[in-house]
């Protein structure tokens, strides 16, 4: 093809890609046009509606007036009657049929008055819908207008395109217009592409072998992609200035993208850092503290009721010397014996107790020191089980 043809081929593709716009655009309009008049049209139903049933009810209560008046009719016809009755049970019958007239007549009075009071509520709705209605069409109007005005406008534009392109398919080729038409016949938008600055169908970018390049860049033949199957044409200026200008947005695009996510990547390092700092803060010195304290009570503690328990052991067996001494008043001698092996453990529990004084402070100490006093106490107890036994 020649770059005549390959010009007019892509200048007829961008009329039919206008046209394809133009009637995509006139067939909204009707769409548009029906959204903006549904309240208007809803509305208008309404009143129709309304006006239906007040014509149904008109009727009723003309027919009730009807049949109220023929009751009036019949109800004096029957008083004249009674004035002629000539036995009682002919005034009777008259009397009987005239009350059943009367409560008739009553019953067609009252249901009169209700449809008139029906009429009147349903009028006065009529007219306020009326109003409403003539309030919505003053607003729709102007826009339902001026949608049908730029309908008609598009139309117009529509039929000039299709008579351009006409005349301008004319012009070219039959056989290569034979070939475009057949391919924009398949419901297509494109078909006719232009080579990329690299080599690639600008339809479906797939790559163009180098001899075929060649060939379409400089052969007077139709060229058309394996690809996708449109008519290929060589780069022109315009299509590689917006093919660079396509480059440089996405380019643009994706430094923004990489700059938002490195920001957000030190964002979360430092609220890691921030949260690391916060749980590793020195807090261990005061619960060390509050543990030797409390051991050091505990120690005391237990040492403190270790010398309770030496104090009432040595008060038992003294009060068991003293008994066996009166048992034996004869036996002096035995009595002072035992006297020499108790004060060695009365002048221990003072001893004991200063140790007490000395090892509360030391909390460590305890847990040592309190074998030595089970074994002191043990000793103790020995000596005066054996003093005992030889008195």
Request: glycine share 4%; hydrophobic share 40%.
């Amino acid at each position: 093809m020649t770059p005549q043809t390959h010009s007019a081929l892509k200048e007829l593709q961008q009329m039919d890609q206008e046209i394809a716009s133009i009637q995509s655009i006139v067939g909204t309009f009707d769409a548009k046009i029906d959204e903006v008049a549904a309240p208007l049209q809803n509305l208008e139903k309404e009143v129709k509606a309304l006006q239906a049933r007040l014509q149904e009810v008109a009727l009723e209560e003309n027919r009730i007036e009807l049949s109220i008046e023929e009751r009036r009719v019949r109800a004096a016809k029957l008083e004249e009657r009674m004035n002629s009755v000539r036995n009682v049970r002919e005034e009777a019958a008259v009397h009987a049929e005239l009350e059943m007239v009367k409560r008739a007549l009553e019953n067609d009075e009252q249901e009169a008055l209700s449809l008139l009071d029906q009429i009147r509520r349903m009028e006065e709705r009529r007219t306020e819908h009326e109003v409403a209605y003539e309030e919505l069409l003053a607003e729709v109007d102007p826009r339902r207008l001026e949608l049908s005005e730029e309908k008609e406008t598009a139309e117009a534009r529509l039929e000039e395109l299709l008579s351009k392109r006409d005349s301008f398919a004319a012009g070219i080729d039959a056989a290569e217009r034979r070939v475009y038409e057949s391919i924009m016949a398949g419901a297509r938008d494109v078909a006719v592409a232009e080579l990329t600055d690299d080599g690639a169908c600008g339809n479906c970018f797939s790559v163009i072998p180098l001899q075929v390049q060649n060939e379409i860049r400089h052969s007077a033949g139709m060229i058309r992609c394996e690809g996708c199957g449109v008519i290929l044409t060589p780069e022109s200026e315009e299509g590689m200035a917006k093919a660079q200008e396509e480059a440089a947005r996405i380019e643009e695009a994706l430094r923004a993208s990489e700059e938002a996510r490195d920001a957000e990547r030190a964002e979360t390092v430092a609220q890691d850092e921030a949260e690391l700092v916060a749980d590793t803060e020195p807090e261990a010195p005061v619960v060390e503290e509050v543990v030797e304290v409390e051991a050091a009570s505990e120690g005391a503690a237990d040492l403190q009721y270790l010398v309770e328990e030496v104090a009432d052991d040595v008060a038992e067996l003294l009060a068991e010397v003293a008994e066996e001494v009166a048992a034996a008043e004869p036996v002096e001698e035995a009595v002072e014996a035992v006297a020499e092996e108790a004060e060695p453990v009365e002048e221990a529990e003072p001893a004991v107790e200063d140790a007490v004084v000395e090892v509360a402070p030391e909390a460590t100490a305890s847990s040592e020191e309190e074998p030595e006093g089970s074994a002191e106490a043990t000793e103790d107890d020995e000596e005066s089980k054996e003093g005992a036994a030889d008195a």
